[in-house]
């Protein structure tokens, strides 16, 4: 059960796009498509924003999209915003009925 | 309004035990999986456990297993997460977490998050 690796941050201008890897194992995210990814603010419990690999909830923007690829996963969010820098954490079933989540990134909006 | 509020955090001695407990309200608690998820401060999310919709199944992450024990009592909208043998890694602010999907399985999409309690394991 060892963490998912993440870049610590990632940042982009206003409007820009920025992309978020999350690299796993062919026991975790290259097995599965139980992959999701949370959005965290500052002192606040994470959001679901993506689910199995690029499923959007309802509420969440379109701006916000999910892909894999082998053994990495990946979080693209478009027309960047103020309101997106935050902490963004992947998750994937491991196996055995546990789960594990990525290391987190940190996304700044310069 | 779909809410879930955990109580029972605060300063524990290592070795000690403490319980849990996530108050749920706004949804029917027995179609759904839950899970703990806890966040060392300054640090990331770490599953925990997850526990199945009519409490038949729990599961546990390798660091936890043994000492700590997930339940439920669907009729009192509760979840509790009962830690014994405290560590002082275990210092973390504690979530309950929601399933997305109703059913038999966990997929962990956690979908609805208390605001956690915070637990700190300290001589």
Known sequence: QSALTQPPSASGSPGQSVTISCTGTSSDVGRYNFVSWYQQHPGKAPKLMIYEVNQRPSGVPDRFSGSKSGNTASLTVSGLQAEDEADYYCSSYAGS???????GTKVAVL | QLQLVEFGGGVVQPGRSLRLSCAASGFTLSTYGMHWVRQAPGKGLEWVAVISRDGSER?????????????????MYTLYLQMNSLKTEDTAVYYCAKEYFPGVGANGYFD???QGTLVTVSS
């Not at chain 2, 599961?59 to 009729?75: L, P, Q, W």
Request: zero cysteines; hydrophobic letters at 30%; charged letters at 20%.
């Open chain 1, 97 to 103: 009925n546990s789960f594990v989540f990525g290391t």
């Open chain 2, 112 to 114: 609805y998050w208390g």
């Open chain 2, 59 to 75: 599961y546990y992450a390798d660091s936890v297993k043994g000492r700590f024990t997930i339940s439920r009592d669907n009729s």
